[in-house]
């Protein structure tokens, strides 16, 4: 597709389950973001992705969050044993190079995930 | 600890004027800044940006300008349509060698343009 792509939009789950959120960058564009998003917050930093390479995941607030982009394309955030405080938005991002000054990245639509 | 501030939540202005959006941080490190744009049940879209080795760059109708000694940085918009009305996010990245530039979020302005 022409932009990001995440799916699902919006998915609300029982405390406790596990839920697994997806991007699709746009083709082509090596790094890959995921941002958190509370009501009335700008995105917050969550892990980034060169390629399938994992760079940087300090972002992630504890060890019930994970991401995978296992072919340098589609990325999947995956959190574990859902608690309340983890409702938000999540939202993806790409961009098409690894640093320079012309790499702004491009953001899905996101996911509005609510733990109930 | 918040390192990239936007400290008016909404902004109000007629159609025709000057829309004038703040942003601070705290970052010392950070030598690019962006603001990016974001309709309701939309991501948000890279609007304009600038380097830390300039204090001005313009695209149309928008200008960012920088100043560095003040850890400031204000998007102008001239003339504002009701088209601009949207939350307007201010962003800041530190040169990562080698690496993607994550961005450090503020918490947005809600631009309102009256016609």
């Known amino acids: 597709g022409a932009g990001v792509s995440q799916s699902p939009r919006y998915k609300v789950t029982k405390r406790g389950q596990d839920v697994a959120l997806r991007c699709d960058p746009i083709s082509g564009h090596v790094s890959l973001y995921w941002y958190r998003q509370a009501l009335g917050q700008g995105p917050e930093f969550l892990t980034y992705f060169n390629y399938e390479a994992q760079q940087d995941k300090s972002g992630l607030p504890n060890d019930r969050f994970s991401a995978e982009r296992p072919e340098g394309s589609i990325s999947t955030l995956t959190i574990q044993r859902t608690e309340q405080r983890d409702s938000a938005m999540y939202r993806c991002a790409s961009s098409p190079g690894m640093g320079g000054l012309n790499t702004e990245a491009f953001f899905g639509q996101g996911t509005r995930l609510t733990v109930v | 600890d918040q390192q990239v501030k936007q400290n008016s939540p909404s902004l109000s202005v007629q159609e025709g004027r000057i829309s004038i959006l703040n942003c601070d941080y705290t970052n010392s490190m950070f030598d690019y800044f962006l603001w990016y744009k974001k309709y309701p049940a939309e991501g948000p879209t890279f609007l304009i940006s600038i380097s830390s080795i300039k204090d001005k760059n313009e695209d149309g109708r928008f200008t960012v300008f920088l100043n560095k000694s003040a850890k400031h940085l204000s998007l102008h918009i001239v003339p504002s349509q009701p088209g601009d009305s949207a939350v307007y996010f201010c962003?800041?990245?530190?040169?990562?060698?080698?690496?993607?530039?994550?961005?450090?979020f503020g918490s947005g302005t809600q631009l309102t343009v009256l016609p």
């Open positions: 962003a800041a990245s530190a040169s990562l060698s080698g690496s993607a530039r994550q961005l450090t």
